[in-house]
Protein backbone atom coordinates (compact mmCIF):
# COMPACT_ATOMS: atom_id res chain seq x y z
CA UNK A 1 0.00 0.00 0.00
CA UNK A 2 1.31 3.17 -0.79
CA UNK A 3 2.56 5.66 2.00
CA UNK A 4 -0.10 8.42 0.55
CA UNK A 5 -3.09 5.52 1.07
CA UNK A 6 -2.15 4.83 4.66
CA UNK A 7 -2.01 8.82 5.65
CA UNK A 8 -5.81 9.07 4.30
CA UNK A 9 -6.76 5.53 5.80
CA UNK A 10 -5.19 7.20 9.16
CA UNK A 11 -6.93 10.23 8.87
CA UNK A 12 -10.48 8.74 8.06
CA UNK A 13 -10.16 6.65 11.35
CA UNK A 14 -9.43 9.56 13.34
CA UNK A 15 -12.20 11.37 12.07
CA UNK A 16 -14.54 8.30 12.68
CA UNK A 17 -12.47 7.73 16.27
CA UNK A 18 -12.90 11.18 16.97
CA UNK A 19 -17.46 11.13 16.22
CA UNK A 20 -17.56 8.55 17.98
CA UNK A 21 -15.62 9.59 21.26
CA UNK A 22 -17.92 12.99 20.93
CA UNK A 23 -21.24 11.04 21.30
CA UNK A 24 -19.68 8.46 23.69
CA UNK A 25 -18.26 11.01 26.37
CA UNK A 26 -20.42 14.36 25.21
CA UNK A 27 -24.15 12.77 24.94
CA UNK A 28 -23.71 11.38 28.25
CA UNK A 29 -22.98 14.73 29.75
CA UNK A 30 -26.23 16.48 28.47
CA UNK A 31 -27.89 17.41 31.40
CA UNK A 32 -30.89 15.44 31.87
CA UNK A 33 -32.58 18.33 34.26
CA UNK A 34 -32.99 20.56 31.90
CA UNK A 35 -35.78 18.24 30.69
CA UNK A 36 -38.53 18.68 33.68
CA UNK A 37 -40.26 15.73 34.49
CA UNK A 38 -43.65 15.28 33.24
CA UNK A 39 -46.52 13.93 35.17
CA UNK A 40 -46.10 10.54 34.13
CA UNK A 41 -42.15 10.29 34.61
CA UNK A 42 -43.14 11.34 38.64
CA UNK A 43 -45.63 8.08 38.47
CA UNK A 44 -43.75 5.84 36.89
CA UNK A 45 -40.69 6.35 39.02
CA UNK A 46 -42.84 6.36 41.94
CA UNK A 47 -44.41 2.81 41.13
CA UNK A 48 -41.18 1.34 39.87
CA UNK A 49 -39.31 2.52 42.77
CA UNK A 50 -35.56 2.34 42.91
CA UNK A 51 -33.35 0.91 39.85
CA UNK A 52 -36.12 -1.57 38.71
CA UNK A 53 -33.78 -3.74 36.78
CA UNK A 54 -29.79 -5.56 37.60
CA UNK A 55 -29.97 -4.17 41.32
CA UNK A 56 -27.74 -4.78 44.15
CA UNK A 57 -31.37 -4.97 46.21
CA UNK A 58 -33.03 -7.50 43.98
CA UNK A 59 -30.09 -9.45 42.74
CA UNK A 60 -32.25 -12.33 41.63
CA UNK A 61 -34.80 -10.19 39.74
CA UNK A 62 -37.44 -11.16 42.10
CA UNK A 63 -39.11 -8.05 42.88
CA UNK A 64 -37.74 -7.82 46.55
CA UNK A 65 -37.75 -4.47 47.93
CA UNK A 66 -40.35 -2.33 44.97
CA UNK A 67 -42.62 -0.25 46.26
CA UNK A 68 -46.58 -0.78 46.28
CA UNK A 69 -49.11 1.31 44.38
CA UNK A 70 -52.71 1.99 46.12
CA UNK A 71 -55.17 3.52 45.13
CA UNK A 72 -56.77 5.51 47.81
CA UNK A 73 -61.05 5.98 47.98
CA UNK A 74 -60.90 7.23 51.10
CA UNK A 75 -58.84 9.68 53.86
CA UNK A 76 -56.43 6.93 55.56
CA UNK A 77 -56.66 9.37 58.51
CA UNK A 78 -60.63 10.26 58.63
CA UNK A 79 -62.10 7.47 56.57
CA UNK A 80 -63.85 10.03 54.50
CA UNK A 81 -64.50 9.68 51.60
CA UNK A 82 -62.24 11.12 48.81
CA UNK A 83 -61.63 11.38 44.74
CA UNK A 84 -59.58 8.14 44.09
CA UNK A 85 -55.96 8.80 44.03
CA UNK A 86 -52.80 6.91 43.40
CA UNK A 87 -50.45 6.66 46.75
CA UNK A 88 -47.31 5.41 46.47
CA UNK A 89 -46.32 3.09 49.27
CA UNK A 90 -42.55 2.37 50.40
CA UNK A 91 -42.48 0.54 53.54
CA UNK A 92 -39.83 0.73 56.04
CA UNK A 93 -36.27 0.19 53.51
CA UNK A 94 -37.35 -0.14 50.61
CA UNK A 95 -35.11 1.84 48.59
CA UNK A 96 -36.98 5.29 47.16
CA UNK A 97 -36.95 5.99 43.50
CA UNK A 98 -33.87 8.21 42.06
CA UNK A 99 -36.36 11.48 41.79
CA UNK A 100 -36.62 11.11 45.66
CA UNK A 101 -32.94 10.27 46.24
CA UNK A 102 -32.15 13.32 43.63
CA UNK A 103 -34.53 15.93 43.24
CA UNK A 104 -32.19 17.88 40.70
CA UNK A 105 -33.43 14.88 38.21
CA UNK A 106 -36.93 16.18 37.94
CA UNK A 107 -35.87 19.46 36.78
CA UNK A 108 -36.30 23.31 37.66
CA UNK A 109 -40.27 23.81 38.78
CA UNK A 110 -40.70 20.05 39.57
CA UNK A 111 -37.64 19.97 42.01
CA UNK A 112 -38.51 23.10 43.61
CA UNK A 113 -42.45 22.19 44.59
CA UNK A 114 -41.12 18.41 45.58
CA UNK A 115 -38.64 20.03 47.76
CA UNK A 116 -40.47 23.03 48.85
CA UNK A 117 -44.41 22.00 49.12
CA UNK A 118 -43.95 18.21 48.49
CA UNK A 119 -41.52 17.95 51.77
CA UNK A 120 -39.51 15.15 49.98
CA UNK A 121 -36.47 15.85 52.07
CA UNK A 122 -37.52 14.86 54.91
CA UNK A 123 -39.13 11.44 54.06
CA UNK A 124 -36.65 8.67 55.19
CA UNK A 125 -36.22 5.36 53.70
CA UNK A 126 -35.93 3.67 56.90
CA UNK A 127 -39.11 4.94 58.50
CA UNK A 128 -40.94 4.17 54.97
CA UNK A 129 -43.27 7.16 53.19
CA UNK A 130 -46.17 7.37 51.25
CA UNK A 131 -46.07 9.88 48.11
CA UNK A 132 -48.56 10.93 45.96
CA UNK A 133 -48.37 13.30 42.79
CA UNK A 134 -49.69 16.78 43.20
CA UNK A 135 -50.21 19.83 40.96
CA UNK A 136 -48.78 23.13 42.08
CA UNK A 137 -47.09 27.18 40.79
CA UNK A 138 -43.95 27.58 39.87
CA UNK A 139 -42.85 31.46 38.97
CA UNK A 140 -46.42 31.31 37.11
CA UNK A 141 -46.13 27.80 35.40
CA UNK A 142 -48.30 24.88 36.42
CA UNK A 143 -46.48 21.64 37.16
CA UNK A 144 -46.71 18.35 38.38
CA UNK A 145 -44.65 17.46 41.86
CA UNK A 146 -44.12 14.56 44.51
CA UNK A 147 -45.66 15.06 47.80
CA UNK A 148 -44.72 13.00 50.98
CA UNK A 149 -47.77 12.53 52.04
CA UNK A 150 -46.50 11.16 55.17
CA UNK A 151 -45.28 14.37 56.44
CA UNK A 152 -47.67 16.60 55.07
CA UNK A 153 -50.99 14.78 55.38
CA UNK A 154 -49.72 12.59 58.56
CA UNK A 155 -50.58 9.22 56.18
CA UNK A 156 -48.33 6.41 57.44
CA UNK A 157 -47.33 3.16 55.13
CA UNK A 158 -49.83 0.86 57.35
CA UNK A 159 -52.46 3.49 57.38
CA UNK A 160 -52.85 3.30 53.60
CA UNK A 161 -52.25 -0.47 52.91
CA UNK A 162 -55.31 -0.43 55.33
CA UNK A 163 -57.35 1.60 54.07
CA UNK A 164 -57.61 -0.06 50.31
CA UNK A 165 -61.06 -0.94 49.80
CA UNK A 166 -60.16 -4.23 48.26
CA UNK A 167 -57.40 -6.20 47.31
CA UNK A 168 -58.04 -4.79 43.76
CA UNK A 169 -57.04 -1.25 44.80
CA UNK A 170 -53.41 -2.46 45.81
CA UNK A 171 -51.41 -3.02 42.32
CA UNK A 172 -47.48 -4.59 42.34
CA UNK A 173 -46.26 -2.42 39.65
CA UNK A 174 -43.02 -2.22 40.39
CA UNK A 175 -42.48 -6.16 41.00
CA UNK A 176 -44.03 -6.33 38.06
CA UNK A 177 -41.73 -4.80 35.91
CA UNK A 178 -39.03 -6.63 37.30
CA UNK A 179 -40.64 -9.71 35.86
CA UNK A 180 -41.37 -7.85 32.41
CA UNK A 181 -37.49 -7.20 32.41
CA UNK A 182 -36.48 -10.77 33.72
CA UNK A 183 -38.52 -12.61 31.55
CA UNK A 184 -37.01 -10.91 28.62
CA UNK A 185 -40.60 -9.71 27.22
CA UNK A 186 -38.52 -6.56 25.48
CA UNK A 187 -36.95 -9.45 23.33
CA UNK A 188 -40.13 -8.98 21.41
CA UNK A 189 -42.48 -6.21 22.17
CA UNK A 190 -41.22 -2.36 22.76
CA UNK A 191 -42.22 0.28 25.12
CA UNK A 192 -42.08 2.64 22.61
CA UNK A 193 -44.36 3.59 19.41
CA UNK A 194 -42.46 5.81 17.09
CA UNK A 195 -43.31 8.74 15.21
CA UNK A 196 -44.58 7.09 12.52
CA UNK A 197 -48.42 5.45 11.36
CA UNK A 198 -47.76 3.43 14.89
CA UNK A 199 -49.74 6.12 16.40
CA UNK A 200 -52.92 4.94 14.85
CA UNK A 201 -52.41 1.54 15.87
CA UNK A 202 -49.74 1.83 19.14
CA UNK A 203 -50.76 5.25 20.52
CA UNK A 204 -48.37 8.14 20.85
CA UNK A 205 -44.71 8.46 21.49
CA UNK A 206 -43.50 9.03 25.06
CA UNK A 207 -41.69 12.33 25.66
CA UNK A 208 -38.38 12.92 27.04
CA UNK A 209 -39.70 14.21 30.22
CA UNK A 210 -41.55 10.64 31.00
CA UNK A 211 -37.97 8.68 32.19
CA UNK A 212 -36.05 11.23 34.47
CA UNK A 213 -36.60 8.72 37.35
CA UNK A 214 -36.73 5.40 35.40
CA UNK A 215 -33.73 2.75 34.86
CA UNK A 216 -33.71 0.77 33.08
CA UNK A 217 -36.12 1.91 30.61
CA UNK A 218 -37.74 -1.37 28.96
CA UNK A 219 -37.87 0.30 25.62
CA UNK A 220 -37.54 -2.79 23.75
CA UNK A 221 -35.27 -3.03 21.03
CA UNK A 222 -36.43 -5.22 17.24
CA UNK A 223 -40.40 -5.03 17.44
CA UNK A 224 -41.40 -9.16 16.73
CA UNK A 225 -44.81 -8.27 18.84
CA UNK A 226 -47.66 -5.40 19.26
CA UNK A 227 -45.68 -2.48 21.27
CA UNK A 228 -46.88 -2.22 24.94
CA UNK A 229 -46.75 1.27 26.46
CA UNK A 230 -50.51 1.56 25.83
CA UNK A 231 -51.67 -1.62 25.76
CA UNK A 232 -53.75 -1.19 28.96
CA UNK A 233 -55.78 1.04 26.95
CA UNK A 234 -56.84 -0.88 24.57
CA UNK A 235 -57.04 -4.25 26.68
CA UNK A 236 -57.92 -3.81 30.59
CA UNK A 237 -59.11 -7.40 30.68
CA UNK A 238 -57.93 -9.25 33.63
CA UNK A 239 -59.10 -12.74 32.19
CA UNK A 240 -58.06 -12.06 28.84
CA UNK A 241 -54.20 -11.13 30.32
CA UNK A 242 -54.34 -14.43 32.59
CA UNK A 243 -55.58 -16.71 29.72
CA UNK A 244 -52.54 -15.04 27.75
CA UNK A 245 -49.85 -15.30 29.64
CA UNK A 246 -50.91 -18.92 30.94
CA UNK A 247 -51.04 -20.00 27.38
CA UNK A 248 -51.13 -17.39 24.31
CA UNK A 249 -52.56 -20.36 22.09
CA UNK A 250 -56.30 -20.17 23.87
CA UNK A 251 -56.71 -16.50 22.92
CA UNK A 252 -54.89 -16.25 19.87
CA UNK A 253 -53.86 -19.83 18.12
CA UNK A 254 -51.48 -19.20 15.95
CA UNK A 255 -49.34 -17.09 18.34
CA UNK A 256 -45.55 -17.35 18.68
CA UNK A 257 -45.41 -15.30 22.27
CA UNK A 258 -43.83 -18.16 24.95
CA UNK A 259 -46.11 -19.74 27.74
CA UNK A 260 -45.73 -18.53 31.19
CA UNK A 261 -47.66 -20.63 33.48
CA UNK A 262 -44.59 -21.06 35.60
CA UNK A 263 -45.40 -17.64 36.56
CA UNK A 264 -48.54 -18.65 38.59
CA UNK A 265 -45.99 -20.54 41.27
CA UNK A 266 -47.83 -23.13 43.45
CA UNK A 267 -51.32 -22.40 44.48
CA UNK A 268 -53.82 -20.52 42.63
CA UNK A 269 -55.89 -17.75 43.95
CA UNK A 270 -57.93 -20.48 46.49
CA UNK A 271 -55.07 -22.10 47.49
CA UNK A 272 -55.40 -24.82 45.17
CA UNK A 273 -52.22 -26.66 44.22
CA UNK A 274 -51.67 -25.72 40.07
CA UNK A 275 -50.65 -28.96 38.62
CA UNK A 276 -49.30 -28.15 35.37
CA UNK A 277 -48.45 -31.25 33.82
CA UNK A 278 -52.12 -32.49 34.15
CA UNK A 279 -53.06 -29.37 32.57
CA UNK A 280 -51.20 -29.97 29.75
CA UNK A 281 -52.64 -33.29 29.30
CA UNK A 282 -56.45 -31.88 29.16
CA UNK A 283 -54.90 -29.25 26.72
CA UNK A 284 -53.26 -31.78 24.35
CA UNK A 285 -57.21 -33.45 24.60
CA UNK A 286 -58.81 -30.61 23.83
CA UNK A 287 -56.59 -29.17 20.62
CA UNK A 288 -56.77 -33.28 19.25
CA UNK A 289 -60.37 -32.46 19.44
CA UNK A 290 -61.06 -34.92 22.11
CA UNK A 291 -62.27 -32.32 24.99
CA UNK A 292 -64.68 -29.62 23.41
CA UNK A 293 -63.50 -27.21 25.86
CA UNK A 294 -59.98 -26.27 27.40
CA UNK A 295 -59.34 -26.54 30.54
CA UNK A 296 -59.70 -23.57 33.43
CA UNK A 297 -56.93 -21.27 33.92
CA UNK A 298 -56.30 -20.77 37.47
CA UNK A 299 -56.73 -17.21 39.34
CA UNK A 300 -52.98 -16.13 40.15
CA UNK A 301 -52.93 -15.59 43.81
CA UNK A 302 -52.12 -11.75 44.50
CA UNK A 303 -48.39 -12.70 45.58
CA UNK A 304 -47.34 -14.54 42.26
CA UNK A 305 -45.36 -13.31 39.71
CA UNK A 306 -47.93 -13.53 37.44
CA UNK A 307 -50.58 -11.38 39.16
CA UNK A 308 -47.70 -8.78 39.37
CA UNK A 309 -46.79 -9.11 35.82
CA UNK A 310 -50.42 -8.30 35.08
CA UNK A 311 -50.62 -5.59 37.14
CA UNK A 312 -47.91 -4.04 35.24
CA UNK A 313 -49.26 -4.76 31.81
CA UNK A 314 -52.81 -3.07 32.83
CA UNK A 315 -51.49 -0.42 34.35
CA UNK A 316 -49.73 0.88 30.81
CA UNK A 317 -51.99 3.10 29.88
C1 LIG B 1 -41.45 -14.63 21.16
C2 LIG B 1 -41.96 -13.29 21.21
C3 LIG B 1 -42.76 -12.85 22.43
C4 LIG B 1 -42.36 -12.81 23.75
C5 LIG B 1 -41.02 -13.25 24.36
C6 LIG B 1 -43.44 -12.21 24.48
N1 LIG B 1 -44.48 -11.91 23.63
FE1 LIG B 1 -46.21 -10.95 24.12
N2 LIG B 1 -46.89 -11.16 22.22
C7 LIG B 1 -46.18 -11.70 21.17
C8 LIG B 1 -47.02 -11.68 19.98
C9 LIG B 1 -46.60 -12.20 18.61
C10 LIG B 1 -48.24 -11.09 20.35
C11 LIG B 1 -49.47 -10.83 19.45
C12 LIG B 1 -50.65 -11.60 19.95
C13 LIG B 1 -50.34 -13.06 20.06
O1 LIG B 1 -49.87 -13.62 19.08
O2 LIG B 1 -50.54 -13.61 21.15
C14 LIG B 1 -48.13 -10.77 21.76
C15 LIG B 1 -49.12 -10.15 22.49
C16 LIG B 1 -48.97 -9.68 23.76
C17 LIG B 1 -49.94 -8.85 24.46
C18 LIG B 1 -51.24 -8.33 23.90
C19 LIG B 1 -50.89 -7.14 23.04
C20 LIG B 1 -52.04 -6.37 22.50
O3 LIG B 1 -51.79 -5.53 21.63
O4 LIG B 1 -53.18 -6.58 22.94
C21 LIG B 1 -49.42 -8.60 25.69
C22 LIG B 1 -50.04 -7.76 26.79
C23 LIG B 1 -48.14 -9.27 25.77
N3 LIG B 1 -47.90 -9.92 24.59
C24 LIG B 1 -47.30 -9.25 26.88
C25 LIG B 1 -46.11 -9.95 26.97
C26 LIG B 1 -45.32 -10.02 28.17
C27 LIG B 1 -45.63 -9.30 29.47
C28 LIG B 1 -44.26 -10.82 27.90
C29 LIG B 1 -43.18 -11.28 28.86
C30 LIG B 1 -43.64 -11.98 30.06
C31 LIG B 1 -44.35 -11.21 26.50
N4 LIG B 1 -45.50 -10.67 25.99
C32 LIG B 1 -43.41 -11.97 25.85
C33 LIG B 1 -44.87 -12.17 21.22
C34 LIG B 1 -44.11 -12.29 22.37
Redo the contacts with the bound molecule.
Keep these: MAFREYKIGARMFGIALGSSMVITLYMPSLDISSVGSTEMGLRKGLQYGRVSGFSLEDPFLQGWGKPVTVILRKDPNTGAEIEPIYSYVYEAGVPFTSAVRHPRIMGEGVKDLSLDKGMIGQASESDGAVFIVSKGDYNGKKFSYIENATVTKGWTTDGVMNAAASTKDIKRIGAGKI ?2 VR ?7 TLLPEQTQDWQA ?1 GSPPRLGDFNSESPTALGSDR ?5 LH ?1 GS ?2 SSRE ?2 TM ?2 FN ?2 L ?2 P ?5 R ?1 NY ?1 WGDVDVDGNKIDLDNWQTEYAAYTSGERVYPPDVPIPAPDSEAYW ?1 ID ?2 LN ?1 K
Aim: with cysteine; charged share 15%.
Design positions: IFEGCWWCHFKAPDLVRNWMHFPRVQHSIMPFLLFVL
